[in-house]
């Protein structure tokens, strides 16, 4: 075990570097196996610093030679890096390196691809392509020159000069070593333009492997809508001659905003209606757009240290979160949003790996790329806007552009510029950054005479490192209806601070209806004793659609619970409202489709285990069965006419109604499924011509145990286009029955085109092994030996994806002692493996101690 040698971190410990770097010079001399790296740094000692010692960064670099001012110098070296003894001026370093690109398997600093060089700097690979003080508050201008054999040579900024074998770079711009960028291949472009409000032309490229510059349309329409809306909403502007995305195969995560140079896992990038399904299109112009966001959140103004990283991703998942709902359905967006977060923030945040959103110690920054931080860190930015109002908001994100342009900041600077613009005391709300856990919110009415009375507490379970919890700020966005379903008070955001507090509204005819945390104002988990007739009225006449599929929502989990625990049969009124919506053609198909959507059946294990019952994976299964059949059953003589219905007459188009449309189409298909043993699917399959129908077919047909011919006829169709293989991989095992997910699994690591150093079909095998719920909880044990198995064989090549992955682990606790067993005993296996990864060691350690 690393144990030994991990080291912690904290926030409390930090302090500047005591040198500024002037600027950077870089020659890259490309080999697979022998890059040469040559570096020309400009230092100049702050003259007022704390901290003397001249420490640079550097991993797994053979030092071929040093020199400062030019004499040839013989470093301390050591796995961390290099320390020397330097002039009490302003002076050059210079080293050259050598670096091994394709034996790094990790995909963190300079790799390889398919043949392709590209880098991932983000958080702290830049380390591993040269010495350099690699730490975000450090900003330099850099000048790169790539010299290989490659047709196509990028970096950072504008290019400068090119000839053959050889291109030149400039990024004018002071940036950290995380967004340094290169890429070298043999890369074709989709380019464009793009002129921006003050009337600079910019070059816009994106970069692919021959073949795939027919996918490239729709992420380059992504783009220019990012830029454009970026302009009208923010008023912010591009600030270099070209932007240019490269779409990778083999990638750590989604993609990485590198300066000028945005490097995209090519499943975030790449779209075609035959490859690319609605949720595919959706995902990719919001990354495009997110990574294109963070030019300013992030890039122009960036991150002190890493304990800041919701500095810049919260915000900018925030204001992607924004893009999205202004090109889309702003409902359906909140909808979805709030549904992932409770699926992984919540769930983060109630295990053994809940943290702050800014947290204050790791040993690996690498973990902390976490739903808390990116998308709670982005809830408390929603939660800000609400409390100072949509003007403030844009006063204060203006000052903090304006203020903050070039620096490296902190949460602390980030509230100042709000406390500034609104004279608000933030030192309470900054609670949020600072306290982990999920806020339980119990809210209790009363009414007589005219004034209605809403009391609630807040109340936070301990977390792991923080046994105490003070109360939040948390905007409550409430509105009353009256019998009839009309506003009687439009939403109004109540302000609580207190523990325990409560707000009346007075001069009513009569007892209202509470429609309560409308648009889902605060990431809290509200406890609301409701009647089954008033969550049935919220879902038919709520003016808040969010709070109508809430309404929906909790009647779905509450049946399926009284289900699983009582052993009832679905609940009459539930079925009855649903199939009143289904048919509902007054309402948006997408909405709709969202409503008919059950509860995941991790959500219920999380339900049942927040009362105190220790759930059963299978029993939860089993009742998601039944109530799907009995549902289908009902809908017997109108499922065909609805399933017509709701099919398009006009070819596939990306856009969110259609989306919506085939949604709810998709939803009334598999209903369909079980009643005509597949037959309507397999119509489907195969006239489909587009990736969303034919998956959804074959979705259907694999759910009840069916489907084989299409799989196979998929794998045939498909095999050469590894975006779909990877589809392929995950749906058969997200869709296999409980005690068959793992042999499935299993199957699939031996299939030839199955491979652990491509992350994307790791996680299309393993990440749908650990998302189907009953399969992977299987009393056998199967699921968790497998994983096991696999993130061992893979640390030892990608530890980041490795340690990711372990998160699978983080609910044990809801679970019996004989699966916590299976679960600990795996884990301790882990543990257990020889030079395992500081990454992996942290997460194990981490869900093991809690
Ligand atoms: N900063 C990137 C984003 O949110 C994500 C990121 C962090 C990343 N570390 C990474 C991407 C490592 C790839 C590999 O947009
Ligand atoms: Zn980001």
């Not at 806020?439 to 009391?455: F, I, Q, S, V, W």
Request: a negative charge; glycine letters at 6%.
């Amino acid at each position: 075990m690393a144990e030994e040698t991990a080291q912690t971190f904290y926030l409390k410990d930090y302090t500047p570097f005591g040198f500024d770097v002037e600027n950077v010079a870089l020659t890259f001399r490309l080999a697979p196996s022998a890059t040469r790296v040559l570096s020309k740094i400009h230092f100049a000692p702050k003259p007022d610093a704390a901290d003397q010692r001249f420490f640079l960064h550097g991993e797994q670099l053979k030092l071929i030679s040093a020199k400062i001012d030019g004499v040839e110098i013989t470093p301390e070296l050591s796995d961390a890096g290099l320390s020397c003894t330097v002039p009490n001026k302003p002076f050059v370093w210079e080293a050259e390196v050598e670096i091994d690109p394709a034996g790094n398997t990790a995909l963190e600093g300079l790799y390889m691809s398919n043949g392709m060089y590209c880098t991932q700097c983000e958080a702290e690979g830049f380390r591993k392509i040269t010495y350099y003080p690699d730490r975000p508050d450090v900003m330099s201008t850099f000048s790169v020159r790539i010299e290989g054999d490659e047709e196509v040579l990028l970096s950072n900024g504008n290019p400068k000069s090119q000839g053959e074998g050889w291109a030149e770079w400039h990024d004018p711009w002071p940036k950290p070593a995380y967004l340094f960028a290169l890429v070298a291949g043999d890369l074709v472009n989709y380019p464009d333009k793009f002129t921006t409000q003050s009337g600079k032309e910019v070059e816009l490229n994106i970069w692919v492997r021959p073949g795939d510059e027919g996918k490239c349309f729709f992420g380059m329409e992504a783009l220019k809508q990012s830029m454009k809306w970026d302009e009208d909403v923010y008023g912010l502007e591009y600030d270099l001659d070209i932007f240019n995305i490269v779409a990778v195969d083999d990638f750590n995560m989604g993609a990485m905003e590198n300066k000028g140079l945005n490097i995209f896992n090519s499943s975030c990038v790449l779209a075609s209606p035959e490859t690319s399904t609605d949720a595919n299109f959706e995902r990719i112009e919001a990354i495009i757009a997110h990574e294109y966001f963070h030019n300013w959140t992030g890039n122009r103004i960036t991150c002190r240290d890493w304990f800041q990283l919701c500095l810049k991703e919260g915000l900018t998942v925030f204001r992607d979160a924004q893009f999205t709902s202004d090109m889309r359905s702003e409902p359906v967006k909140r909808i979805e949003d709030v549904i992932a977060l409770r699926a992984r923030q919540f769930s983060e945040d109630m295990g053994p790996l809940s943290h702050p959103v800014r947290p204050e110690e790791f040993q690996e920054i690498n973990n902390f790329y976490t739903a808390t931080v990116y998308e709670k860190g982005a809830e408390v930015i929603g939660m800000l806007k609400r409390l100072v109002g949509d003007a403030d908001y844009y006063k204060a994100l203006k000052l903090y552009f304006e203020r903050h342009d070039g620096q490296a900041c902190t949460i602390e600077d980030w509230l100042k510029v709000f406390e500034d613009t609104t004279d608000r005391d933030l030192s309470q709300f900054k609670r949020w950054y600072s306290q982990a856990g999920t806020p339980r919110l119990t809210m209790d009415e009363a009414y007589a005479d005219g004034t209605y009375t809403l009391t609630f507490s807040q109340k936070t379970a301990p977390t792991p490192g923080q046994d105490q919890k003070d109360p939040r700020v948390i905007p409550i966005a409430v509105g009353l209806l009256n019998d009839n379903g009309d506003e009687l008070l439009p939403t109004q955001v109540l302000e609580m601070t207190e523990a325990k507090q409560s707000f009346s509204f007075d001069g009513l005819s009569g007892r209202p209806t509470a429609s309560v945390l409308r648009e889902f104002s605060a990431p809290v988990i509200l406890e609301r004793e409701s009647s089954k007739a008033e969550r049935a009225f919220l879902l038919a006449h709520d003016t808040d659609p969010f709070n109508r599929w809430e309404a929906g929502n909790s009647l779905a989990r509450e049946a399926r619970i009284a289900m699983v625990t009582e052993g009832s049969a679905p609940d009459p009124a539930y079925l009855d409202a649903l199939q009143k919506l289904l048919r509902d053609d007054s309402q948006d198909p997408a909405f709709r489709a969202l409503v008919l959507q059950p509860p995941s059946q991790s959500d219920i294990a999380q339900a049942l285990f927040e009362q105190g019952i220790t759930p059963d994976p299978q029993r939860i299964y089993d009742a998601a069965e039944t109530f799907a059949q009995t549902l289908a059953e009902q809908l017997t003589d109108s499922l065909p006419r609805l399933y017509a219905d709701t099919t398009l007459e006009y070819g596939y188009r990306p856009d969110a109604d259609s989306c919506g449309k085939r949604a709810l189409n998709f939803r009334i298909l598999s209903l369909l499924s079980r009643l005509d043993g597949g037959e309507q699917a397999s119509r489907q399959y195969y006239a489909a011509d587009n990736m969303t129908q034919q998956s959804a077919a074959l979705t259907c047909l694999l759910s009840i145990d069916k489907g084989e011919k299409q799989s196979k006829a998929f794998f045939t169709q498909w095999k050469e286009d590894r975006l779909v293989m990877d589809k392929w991989f995950a749906l058969q095992v997200a869709c296999a029955a409980p005690d068959k997910a793992a042999g499935v699994a299993k199957d699939l690591t031996r299939h030839e085109l199955f491979t652990l150093k491509n992350p994307n079909r790791f996680r299309a095998v393993m990440g749908a092994l650990s998302g189907n719920h009953a399969g992977f909880h299987h009393e056998s044990g199967a699921g968790y030996r497998l994983l096991a198995d696999n993130l061992i064989a893979l640390d030892r090549l990608n530890p980041q994806t490795t340690a990711r992955m372990c998160t699978a682990f983080q609910s044990l606790k809801r679970y019996d002692a004989a699966r916590q067993n299976q679960i600990r005993q795996e884990l301790q296996r882990i543990a257990a493996q020889e030079g395992l990864s500081r990454d992996t060691n942290e997460m194990i350690s981490r869900i093991l101690e809690a």
